[in-house]
Nanobody, 127 residues
Framework: QVQLVESGGGLVQSGDSLRLSCAAS????????MGWFRQAPGMEREYVAA????????YYAASVKGRFTISRDNAENTVTLQMNSLKPEDTATYYC????????????????????WGQGTQVTVSS
């Protein structure tokens, strides 16, 4: 099992920055990739960014590319989402997720790829 705990959400103004963290514990050696998703009220949960656990190669949704940066701290088993130039449409609950190793292929933008989820952290961007 892998446990994920997000932190760093809050209320900011349009144009501000915010840094989310996701601390992984448990069987972290079994992680293949980690991702960030978000869900606004009444909306589907959507992909934001993902990172390969071993190579740290990063991937982004088009809506956040150039504004958000995902990174991994190997020593701390933490994945960070640095969010710059925030917009009101970025308002959502942000969830961290982890995918186990062992598959032959991974579609990191799909929810079903991930085996473990955090409890979410709220990000609100006012205009």
């Amino acid at each position: 099992q892998v446990q994920l705990v997000e932190s760093g959400g809050g209320l900011v103004q349009s144009g501000d920055s915010l840094r989310l963290s996701c601390a992984a514990s448990g069987r972290t050696f079994s992680i293949h990739s980690m991702g960030w998703f978000r869900q606004a009220p009444g909306m589907e949960r959507e992909y934001v960014a993902a990172i390969n656990w071993s190579s740290s190669r990063a991937y982004y949704a088009a809506s956040v590319k150039g504004r958000f940066t995902i990174s991994r701290d190997n020593a701390e088993n933490t994945v960070t989402l640095q969010m710059n130039s925030l917009k009101p449409e970025d308002t959502a609950t942000y969830y961290c997720a982890a995918a186990k190793s062992g598959r032959t292929s991974y579609i990191l933008a799909e929810l079903k790829t991930y085996d473990y989820w955090g409890q979410g952290t709220q990000v609100t961007v006012s205009s």
